[in-house]
């Protein structure tokens, strides 16, 4: 079931207000997961309310740190269903979870986030736990 584009909107904005491109097709996701050029953030949004109380906030806290990814891109799952599953065939070893927040570095996956590991935490845990992925793999290679 795809959601209302409507009704998504604002949570789709919210990450793009905090400079995250949209990927809404594979091929998007190709062109940018695809490269092992520097660092990427996806964030996988969902509609869900750990992806508004905690995902969310907790990548906007991130963006104040002196250390960032290159990029930052997102996914929106139940709306970007084909980009979506395209995203989810990067991230190796973890099983679809939205939300969650995967860290790529030279093409490869370094850092992982799951849905069980946003939900229910702390918004300042989980951008301190970002933070640090940000200085171990988005610093000088």
Known sequence: MKYDPEAVRP?????VRLGAEELVSPED???VLGSSEGTTLLVINSICGCAA???RPAIAMSRGHETQPDRIVTVFAGQDVDATDRAREYIEGFRPSSPSIALFRQGRQVF????HQIE???VTDIATELKGAYDRFCGAA
């Open 112 to 115: 992982m986030l799951e849905r």
């Open 53 to 55: 109380a905690n995902a």
């Open 11 to 15: 949570m789709r904005d919210e990450l």
């Open 29 to 31: 996701v190709d062109r």
């Open 120 to 122: 229910g935490r702390e």
